[in-house]
C-alpha cells in the first residue's frame, strides 16, 4: 500500500466498464485517496466536476457521448488547477499532439500498464504545487 501525504479526490471517467472496475481496484490500494468517483459519459463526468471538488481526472479517450480532448478541455477551461490524466489505447502521435494543446498533464498509453497512475498520483501528491510539475518531469 502507497501512503500519500494528501487525502486525494479522483474522478475517473472511461466509457470502457472493465477499464473503470480495474482502475478502481488498483487505487483502493493507495490509502490516502479519500474518495474515488466514476464516470461513464461526459455528462455525467461534469455534472461530478460541478458539484465535488477533485485533485485529478483519470479520463478515457473514447466516451459515449464524446471524446477524452473534448472534457479535457472543458477541464482545464473551467478547473484548471485539476491534474488530468488522459489514459488511453490511442498512441496516435495527432492524438496525443492534440491532448498536449489541450493542456494534458499526462498522457498515458495503457500498455505502459495500470501501475503508471499509482506513480503519478504518488508524485503528485508530494508536491506541494501540483502545477510545478509537467509531463516530462516524471519517469514512466
Not at 490500494?29 to 481526472?57: C, P, R, Y
Not at 500498455?111 to 516524471?138: A, C, P, R, V, W
Amino acid at each position: 500500500i502507497f501512503r500519500l501525504k494528501k487525502n486525494l479526490h479522483i474522478l475517473q471517467v472511461d466509457g470502457a466498464t472493465s477499464i473503470v472496475l480495474y482502475i478502481k481496484v488498483i487505487l483502493l490500494t493507495v490509502s490516502s485517496i479519500q474518495k474515488i468517483e466514476t464516470a461513464g459519459t461526459m455528462a455525467k463526468a461534469k455534472t461530478l466536476l460541478k458539484s465535488q471538488n477533485f485533485d485529478f481526472v483519470i479520463l478515457g479517450a473514447f466516451l459515449p457521448d464524446g471524446n477524452g480532448i473534448e472534457l479535457l478541455k472543458w477541464i482545464k477551461q473551467n478547473y484548471p488547477k485539476i491534474i488530468v490524466i488522459l489514459f488511453t489505447n490511442d498512441s496516435n502521435p495527432c492524438f496525443r499532439r492534440d491532448a498536449e494543446k489541450a493542456e494534458v498533464d499526462h498522457f498515458l498509453d495503457k500498455s505502459m500498464g495500470f501501475e503508471t497512475i499509482i506513480k503519478i498520483l504518488k508524485h503528485h501528491s508530494t508536491t506541494t504545487n501540483y502545477n510545478d510539475t509537467k509531463i516530462q518531469n516524471i519517469a514512466y
